[in-house]
């Protein structure tokens, strides 16, 4: 059974830093991509930052040049560094895994955002 189980959320002021983590388990790691999303009240969910099965990364423009994602692939933890945090930032944090099927010889097949956790809440004050 795949598990995933955000943490480090919190409250912070303007400006500060916060480290998410993302626990997975059931999976196996690496083997596709793995993002992190987050909703806003009264708005709709959207990609934070992904990070590719080759270890590339996306993020979206609003938090370019603040966020980091990265995986630590024997832990099986995803992370999310979120330094000079806005008030824009405030909002429920979701990690997502994509769901990997091997074929062999090297073939995979992923479905995009396949399993989430549960979310943990940043709120950034003035």
């Known amino acids: 059974q795949v598990q995933l189980v955000e943490s480090g959320g919190g409250s912070v002021q303007t400006g500060g830093s916060l480290r998410l983590s993302c626990t997975i388990s059931g999976l196996t790691f690496n083997m596709c991509g793995m993002d992190w999303y987050r909703q806003a009240p009264g708005k709709e969910r959207e990609l934070v930052a992904r990070i590719n099965r080759d270890g590339t990364t996306n993020y979206t423009d609003s938090v370019k040049g603040r966020f980091t994602i990265s995986q630590d692939t024997i832990k099986s933890v995803l992370y999310l560094q979120m330094n000079s945090l806005k008030t824009d930032d405030t909002a429920m944090y979701y990690c997502?895994?994509?769901?990997?099927?091997?074929?062999?010889?090297?073939?995979?097949?992923?479905?995009?955002?396949?399993?989430w956790g549960q979310g943990t809440q940043v709120t950034v004050s003035l």
């Open positions: 997502a895994a994509d769901r990997g099927v091997d074929y062999g010889l090297n073939m995979v097949q992923c479905t995009p955002r396949h399993y």
